[in-house]
């Protein structure tokens, strides 16, 4: 019943019907499950998701975005704080640095801590969950207003979902080796995205034969929702006017607050470099308010309007004025290299094994791996920098990344030479003085082989 809460909450918001009211009330009384009441778990705000009776990430997600629009027609605010309190754990505990969820299969399981081990699964940071988690995370910036979510969204998007999609149009090999008879196309989005070293097309989520001898899996239907939710999530209507929170090349064309249209247009390759510029057109002369979103990574973003300088604000930098047609806005974001470092938890208990046909699940004792300590993950801006062996390296073997002040220098060198597509291409320097280069996660590990194997959690020395 949980993933049926949001279309039949919706259902009643477009027919009026009580019996469909009557329906969403019966599943929230229940809390989505017949063993534990979610809602009241996530209102306590006492547990984390992957200590919840149910782990799976996407449908538990699902229910509470069922349970967001329960309270935009109800206006219970305990239901409200239940939501927020929900998603506010999920970042905490279960977030990885590409922007996904769980290293076990589709379930959460505190992948926060656990996302640098060698240990984990194959089939892990599912693209559904990911698309999921978007959906989320832009229902929750409507909601509260909170850019933090439009931060978490950006990260999903440029990393576990671009990842995710099937540029060189691959068939996955396990399709190839364990149905060679079928009707072998690719599909347009892979199920899994690696963390540490391994590759891509690891196997397809949901897989169903069809009956002329085709084949589909869950992760390629719901892919393309994500890329819907772009242009949703980039442009937001406020009260007071309007608020951006992708930066994206291309124009949107909208109504102000007093029903004018007004035209929206970037320039920028971003997230190439951090430099934007914007163009507002206006039919009239009015005063409104632009809200920029101020990504929480970026430690000195510079604003100016119509070359004047303003000041950049932490969240959103607000722009109150009268706008003129053709004022233009440059925004450049500071891009240097963070290095993040796994967190240790030595061991733990997990409700991450599920006996599928029993609908159980069984607590199971995690260790963490020795080896997670000597990994470490780089993002510059959003986007989370990977090896790959087709640059002419063994990801396998520690590379000695000259850190300083918890950052790496680094240079772009464009991607033109680094003998497939990319985003960005980043030289980082070593230690003896050499170099390596690395590319951007959603390029990295295209072929779905070793020809491409990848690692967004770097071993080093």
């Known amino acids: 019943s949980s993933s049926l809460l949001e279309p039949v909450v919706r259902l009643y918001s477009i027919t009026g019907e009580k019996r469909f009211f009557d329906f969403a009330e019966y599943i929230v009384s229940c809390g989505a499950t017949d063993v534990e009441n979610l809602f009241e778990l996530a209102y306590r705000n006492e547990l984390y998701p992957y200590q919840y009776p149910v782990t799976k990430a996407y449908e538990v997600t699902s229910c509470f975005e069922g349970l967001l629009e329960y309270y935009r027609i109800t206006g219970i605010d305990k239901y409200r704080r239940s939501v927020i309190n929900y998603a506010d754990k999920i970042l905490e505990s279960d977030f990885t640095v590409i922007g996904g969820a769980g290293c076990s299969q589709e379930l959460f399981d505190h992948s926060a801590v656990r996302q640098a081990n060698t240990t984990n699964d194959k089939i892990m940071q599912e693209t559904c969950v990911t698309v999921t988690l978007m959906k989320f995370f832009y229902q929750l910036n409507l909601l509260t207003g909170d850019p933090k979510y439009a931060d978490a969204f950006e990260t999903s998007l440029y990393n576990a979902y671009l990842g995710a999609l099937n540029t060189k149009k691959v068939v996955d090999p396990s399709i190839l080796k364990e149905h060679p008879d079928w009707n072998i196309e690719p599909l347009p989005f892979d199920s899994y995205s690696p963390l540490t070293s391994g590759t891509r097309g690891n196997g397809i989520g949901g897989l169903k034969l069809m009956s002329d001898n085709h084949y589909y899996g869950c992760c390629a239907c719901i892919g393309s929702a994500g890329i819907g939710l772009v242009p949703k999530m980039q442009l937001l209507s406020t009260p007071k006017g309007f608020a951006m929170n992708l930066f994206i090349n291309g124009s949107v064309e909208t109504k102000t607050p007093d029903g004018k249209k ?93 006996i599928w046909d029993k609908n159980y699940i069984v607590p199971t004792f995690d260790k963490e791996d020795p080896a997670a300590e000597k990994h470490i993950a780089l993002k510059r801006g959003p986007i989370v920098l990977a090896e790959d062996a087709r640059l002419g390296y063994n990801i396998d073997e520690p590379a000695d990344i000259l850190i300083e002040n918890g950052s790496v220098n680094a240079e772009i060198t464009g991607g033109e030479n680094s003998g497939f597509d990319n985003l960005v291409a980043v030289t980082v320097p070593l230690k003896n003085g050499d170099k390596m280069t690395l590319t951007d996660y959603s390029s990295a590990g295209k072929t779905w082989n070793e020809e491409s194997r990848m690692a967004a959690w770097i071993s080093v020395i």
């Open 262 to 354: 007004t035209v929206f247009t970037t320039k920028t390759d971003y997230p190439k470099t951090g430099e934007v510029e914007i163009t507002v057109e206006t039919e009239t002369e009015e005063e409104f308010e632009l809200l920029l979103r101020n990504p929480s990574w970026s430690a000195e973003t510079k604003i100016s309007v119509n070359g004047i300088k303003t000041n950049a604000e932490a969240g959103y930098s607000a722009i109150k004025r009268v706008w003129k047609n053709k004022d233009s806005i440059r925004i450049v974001f500071d891009m240097g290299i963070k290095v993040i470092y796994p967190t240790a938890y030595g061991s733990q208990v997990l409700m991450n094994k599920v």
